[in-house]
């Protein structure tokens, strides 16, 4: 359980669709700290537990993102759980020679303004007394310092970009709400459409389920506290340096 929430609280999962965020619903729709869960997605989903409201939303279009915002009331809790990494034919690049201007603006509007303009139509919505959440999900990858492989061109910019943008709004929400705080988080390697086409030579016990990886994304959002806003933190609570 959520036990770091108050009662009755609201949540909002974003990427409701996806492989963690549809997990992620899940768990908060049967949670007791939570009593609503506002799904969206931009696809057409069914709500399939009480106290889950289903909403569109494409983060690639702030006005339905302005238009999801203005239809929950005050959430404790704002779980963005959008993501892209590959798409027809395109997909991370292992060179530079594969720098193709229309995919980087893709991969940079879906993996980092979108949840940047997500938190500019949400944040006003966060309740300033007690503990209130922000959480994205961003990727061990997007770590500049921790980068030795190289590759990943689009991916791992966007997500650098993700953790910047994360980062700076942590420092603006802190001077109004104290007990409120922005997470970065990495879920490890997680089996969804996402990963789908990376998974060869990843052993089993480091390829997580969806509901495993959202176990453990929400046990960290529940044990982390206001001192740790604006951290890049993994699926297991450690910070991973920027
Ligand atoms: N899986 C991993 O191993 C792994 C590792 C590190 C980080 N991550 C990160 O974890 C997050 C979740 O990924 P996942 O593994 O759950 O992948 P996924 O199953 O492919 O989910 C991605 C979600 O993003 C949604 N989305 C993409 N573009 C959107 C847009 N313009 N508007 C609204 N929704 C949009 C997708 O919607 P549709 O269903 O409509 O396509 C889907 O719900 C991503 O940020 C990813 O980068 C994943």
Redesign the pocket.
Known sequence: MMTSFPEKSEAVV?????????AITALLAADQRFDTVHA????DLMATAEGVRVGH?????EASIEAAAASVTAPRLVFV?????HQGDQGPEKSWRSLDPNWLDQVM???AS?PGLVAKHFLPKLPREEKAVFA??????GSISDNALGGWYG?RAS?AALNMLMKSLSIELARSHKDACVFIL??????????APFQKGVPDHKLFS?PY?AERLLTVVNDATASQTGSLIAWDGQTIPF
């Open positions: 974003i990427g409701a669709s996806g492989g963690i965020g549809s969206f997605a931009r696809q939303i494409d983060i690639t279009d759980a959008t993501g892209l990494l509007r879906v993996n979108g994205a999900i961003s990727a061990r990858v991916y997500k990495h879920p490890g390697t997680v089996a969804t459409n996402l990963s969806a990886a």
